[in-house]
């Protein structure tokens, strides 16, 4: 599943080629043949990205709320001809010579203005729409230091904070030196903030790049995958930091990765 910087560079790059403009919205698989007629032809006004879920708003007050889940993807074409639809599109969305395919989403309806907004007034902070008077890392805050819930678990939850995944999970509290299993509550107000701070700054890293890189020292370069971070993916390895051998467990049927000893 996409982690909240893909979802954002998505919204980007539609912004960039769509915004202000009539669309065409199809659906070649009919799946989202209502829906889709609903919308096309109409101006879209922007796409806002909200963790991992995106809003595509349109000038007749209706909005496309799309989540991508684990199977979705997109696939971008620029052509003076219309792109063959290979495989099953669920929508496709053009204008002049950009071409969009939306591909296997969970969610991928048109809703009223009002039901879109719920929608994400429901969802967690989002560390890529930081507010400027920190009610969002306030509320991110409050949320964690309320709950008995480990922390590896509140992570995840995007009611807690939006677009956190599993790469993201794990290196933010490795990077934090914060076990996994410790309460939500049991953390002090300056440890659950600095996850916060750090959640903006890789992730903002990765909206840049498009890649997840959460060493520093690699930071505004291109490392090989296997460089990119601490613990993801390093089960039985050396900790970069300590040596140590990276731990793997099942925490609520996800896999989690850290250093038993750096993380304490």
């Not at 889709?36 to 879920?53: D, E, I, P, Y």
């Not at 997109?74 to 591909?103: C, K, M």
């Not at 971070?229 to 050396?238: A, H, L």
Request: glycine letters at 8%; a positive charge.
């Amino acid at each position: 599943m996409p982690e909240g910087h893909i979802v954002h560079r998505i919204a980007d790059s539609l912004n960039a080629h769509f915004a202000g403009k009539p669309l065409t919205v199809t659906s070649p698989q009919g799946r989202f043949a209502n829906d889709a007629a609903a919308v096309s032809g109409r101006r879209l006004r922007r796409v806002t990205a909200v963790g991992k879920q995106m809003f595509l708003e349109f000038e007749n007050d209706l909005t496309l709320r799309i989540h991508l889940g684990i199977y979705g993807k997109w696939q971008f074409h620029e052509s003076t001809e219309v792109p063959e639809i290979v495989g099953q599109v669920r929508a496709r969305f053009a204008y002049s010579n950009v071409f969009v395919d939306l591909r296997g989403p969970t969610v991928c309806e048109v809703t009223d203005h009002d039901t879109a907004l719920s929608v994400m007034q429901r969802l967690g902070p989002d560390p890529l729409n930081p507010n400027p008077k920190k009610a969002e890392s306030q509320r991110f805050t409050e949320r964690v230091l309320k709950s008995p819930s480990a922390i590896g678990l509140l992570l995840m939850n995007q009611d807690v904070i939006s677009g956190i995944g599993n790469v993201y999970r794990a290196e933010l509290l490795f990077r934090a030196g914060i076990e996994p299993h410790t309460p939500g509550s049991a953390l002090t107000h300056e440890q659950v903030e600095a996850l916060w701070v750090d959640s903006v700054k890789l992730m903002r890293v990765g909206v840049k790049t498009g890649f997840m890189i959460t060493r520093d020292n690699l930071l505004g370069k291109n490392p090989s995958k296997e460089d990119r971070n601490f613990v993801y993916k390093r089960e039985g390895q050396p900790c970069r930091r300590c040596g140590s051998l990276i731990r793997i467990e099942l925490m609520a049927a996800r896999k989690l990765y850290w250093c038993a000893t750096c993380q304490l």
